[in-house]
């Protein structure tokens, strides 16, 4: 069972696959040149003009953009570890120094030592909620950080799971990159939205940072169907919010289960749970050749995606040593 990517369980909403059915008949026909009807659905949704929204393939695809628009080989981005896998492989096509900053043993980011670290960086990533930990700072503590960074460093604030975090946890990004005009947020259409064969990600920032990625935005780059299928969620977000709720339920019965076995795990916001590194290593309980399929991350722990009640039984069933 693949619970390594953190996919949604669920195939597209029922509207958007039939958007995206109807679509193909157009696909003898190029897209926007420009994506500019996505960048407008984009913005008019998340409240900012259509100047503050870049678009890319996948929040990966707009993270090798901002790397290529604004940083030069020997630069250096500062990364808290573990993260995003994605993060030091275009670090690596794009010839950045990067400067590892450990997390705190609660999972968090280190955001002091992120802070020291950060002086002379081009970009600093924090991930909220962070991959693999599920952890999120609170937005008092994200400010401080954020006031002690020069602005000439790009703060990358990936929010790729987003959708999954509780009102109360949220912050209010609009107002964010208005306070802090050197953070660009990254979002994207694969995670809730259950979207991640079609790579539609997107940036929001300040008009400076913005513009110079737009200048940089690929023709014919982003694929219709994406546009429609991105319409057709947005009109359907009662639905979508319905499979949310499921998933966190899901995530919450999870750890629960997991306590009950006496295995700890991290209290994260997103969907999947991650496993500190225990006593035992992870790859004898998950060896994925005909268990259960997780992701091994870098530093001995194990992020597994929330699936379903059948998936949690596998996981638990692994972890019994039935697996």
């Not at 958007?19 to 008019?44: C, G, K, T, V």
Request: aromatic share 6%.
């Amino acid at each position: 069972m693949a619970l390594s990517l953190n996919e949604n369980p669920f195939p597209p909403l029922p509207a958007v696959q039939t958007a995206m059915i109807e679509s193909i008949q157009a696909a003898n026909r190029y897209p926007e040149f420009l994506p500019e009807s996505l960048r407008h659905l984009i913005a008019d949704h998340v409240a900012v003009p259509d100047e503050q929204v870049v678009v890319g393939a996948g929040a990966t695809g707009v993270l090798v953009q901002v790397m290529h628009a604004f940083t030069s080989p020997g630069d250096r981005i500062v990364l808290p570890v573990p993260t995003f896998e994605g993060y030091t492989i275009a670090s690596a096509m794009t010839r950045l120094q990067v400067e590892a900053v450990p997390l705190l043993a609660d999972g968090h980011h280190d955001l002091d030592a992120m802070a020291d670290a950060a002086s002379g960086a081009r970009l600093v990533v924090v991930c909220r909620p962070h991959n693999p930990t599920g952890t999120v700072e609170s937005a008092a503590t994200l400010e401080a950080f954020l006031a002690r960074l020069s602005s000439d460093t790009i703060v990358i604030l990936d929010e790729a799971y987003v959708e999954f975090v509780a009102p109360q946890w949220r912050i209010d990004a609009v107002d964010l990159i208005q306070r802090f005009p050197n953070v660009l947020v990254l979002r994207t259409f694969s995670k809730a939205y259950g979207l991640a064969g079609l790579r539609i990600g997107y940036a929001i920032g300040s008009w400076g940072l913005t513009a110079e990625l737009w200048a940089m935005q690929l023709p014919f780059g982003m694929g219709s169907t994406g546009l429609v299928a991105v319409a057709a969620s947005y009109q359907a977000e009662s639905q979508l919010r319905q499979r949310i709720r499921l998933i966190t339920s899901e995530r919450r019965h999870l750890r629960m289960r997991l306590r009950a076995m006496g295995v700890p795990s991290i209290d994260g916001h997103a969907n999947f749970v991650y496993l500190p590194v225990g006593d035992r290593p992870w790859r004898e309980v998950f060896d994925g050749a005909d268990g259960v399929r997780v992701k091994h991350c870098a530093d001995g722990g194990v992020r597994i995606t929330v699936g379903g009640r059948s998936s949690t039984g596998a996981v638990l069933a692994a972890l019994r040593g039935r697996g």
